[in-house]
């Protein structure tokens, strides 16, 4: 993989991660979390799918550097 790809998924993935903890603090998910536990579908889908692209993104820039 690129470098420069697997740095914007490692930097994409941060952001969608900052922006899922900001969610998961927000009001929606605090009523959410009252009436049903779990925070709303949209903090989750955001933390998720920042994790799986920060680790796509690290694996290529790791891996990147074991070929070079």
Known sequence: MNKIASLVLLVGGIVLIVYGINASDSLGSDVSRFFTGSP???????LLGGLVAASVGAAG????AKAA
């Open 40 to 46: 709303t579908d949209k903090t989750i889908w955001l």
């Open 61 to 64: 820039l790791l891996r990147g």
